[in-house]
């Protein structure tokens, strides 16, 4: 099968429920990498099967970087400078070295030290969910879908009030069908200016130079955020613009 027959057109809608599409299993049965056609119109190969995933993630002829020329867009305009530093954009060794400095934030026993806040997020919501209207709710929009929102905003220590800035901005700037294009790249460019708006207030709270207490936990150790900022200010490893992207996915 060639590319330009492509007649499947990606993503896919949800199956009854929210469950696995159905061309999943049909692709996976009789052609597990298929060509398809994004939303931007732009031509593409899927693969639906574990071991070519696996194969796709590992083979360095492989490229995550969108500013390649004749990368496939999922959004039509798509501005590929946005996620130009951003490790899911990069191939080795700059992902190498991003990822070096992003994994001092997850070692098992910093991870350990999470184990209570990730529970106390985890009950609020299922508390909040159960106190809801009705005998019935959505399992997803209610619990999953919020958890790795509100985690991921405490690791970067983004403030409670602006967590619902964060979920908009993240469920907008990541869709491939439900917003415009000119709402997703709103998004994308709010995200990133609030970050850098973030990241100078953590600079002017000290934190770079290690004379301010930051956001850490009670071993005196910084959130995600800290050690990025730590890492382009006193260690000078990163770029200003790897900084502020890096910290924005």
Known sequence: MELDDAALHFPFAAG???TQPEEYRELRAGC???????PSGDRAWLASRYQDILTVLDDP???RDLSRAGAPRLAAGFDASLVKDMIVSMDPPEHTRIRRIVQGAFTPRRIRT?????RAVAERLLDDFVAGPGRTGDLYEGFALPLPIRIISELLGIPDDDAADFRRWTETGLSLTRW????????????????GTLIATRRSAGVADGTGEGTGDDEGEGDLLDALVGARDQDDRLSENELVHSSAR
């Open 16 to 18: 009854p429920g929210g």
């Open 32 to 38: 597990p990498v298929a060509p398809v056609i994004l």
């Open 61 to 63: 002829r492989f490229s």
């Open 114 to 118: 999470w184990e209570p806040r990730v």
């Open 180 to 195: 415009t294009r000119d709402e997703m790249l709103a998004a994308q460019r709010e995200y990133v200016d609030y970050v």
